[in-house]
T-cell receptor, first 112, second 112 residues
């Protein structure tokens, strides 16, 4: 059974650009959530989607957005990138929270 | 405010030692608690999931316990090996919010 797949693995962008990250959950999992990991702040919740509906959003500016498709794949978008957006972005899928969460390998975003 | 604290922040032990990693949380009304392992630059690997009605879970050399009344969970690693070197994170689900609250992790080094 394939795990959670995140693409791309690495990205380098310049300030002011926008970026889209993709996440394919484990087959059958309908919940996808996103987290940002930085050395200073640790792991912080961005948002969670279930059956194409955002059920919760973390304390991030509106530049961070996401969506989920009918096949449960999810994308997150960050517009007008800032240096502070440099982080490891992790996607997790769950059958139904609060069941076990399974994470992908992450996308390392570097903003220069 | 819901917080998760992990002690110690870092640990260095010789191979073969049994060790205990601690996790404490402020919200006694938690749902399931999960332990993860993270290798440098990688995603999170789920180790153990303890459901709120359970007291412990075991997988191989790993044993995790949960005491909701005291707000504590421990991860016990038996007969540690160099391959166990990684950062260990605990996290719990927040009721009806569909998100995990993470501790800052314990960085473990097992010396050959």
């Amino acid at each position: 059974k394939a795990g959670v797949t995140q693409t791309p693995r690495y990205l380098i962008k310049t300030r002011g650009q926008q970026v889209t990250l993709s996440c394919s959950p484990i087959s059958g999992h309908r919940s996808v959530s996103w987290y940002q990991q930085t050395p200073g702040q640790g792991l912080q919740f961005l948002f969670e989607y279930f059956s194409e509906t955002q059920r919760n959003k973390g304390n991030f500016p509106g530049r961070f957005s996401g969506r989920q498709f009918s096949n449960s794949r999810s994308e997150m978008n960050v517009s007008t990138l800032e240096l502070g957006d440099s982080a490891l972005y992790l996607c997790a899928s769950s059958l139904t929270p609060p069941g076990g969460a399974f994470f992908g390998q992450g996308t390392r975003l570097t903003v220069v | 405010k819901q917080e998760v604290t992990q002690i110690p922040a870092a640990l260095s032990v010789p191979e073969g030692e049994n060790l205990v990693l601690n996790c404490s949380f402020t919200d006694s009304a938690i749902y399931n608690l999960q332990w993860f392992r993270q290798d440098p630059g990688k995603g999170l690997t789920s180790l153990l999931l303890i459901q709120s009605s359970q007291r412990e879970q075991t997988s191989g050399r790993l044993n995790a316990s949960l005491d909701k009344s005291s707000g504590r969970s421990t991860l016990y690693i038996a007969a540690s090996q160099p391959g166990d070197s990684a950062t260990y994170l605990c996290a719990h689900w927040v009721d009806s919010s569909y998100k995990l609250i993470f501790g800052s992790g314990t960085r473990l080094l097992v010396r050959p």
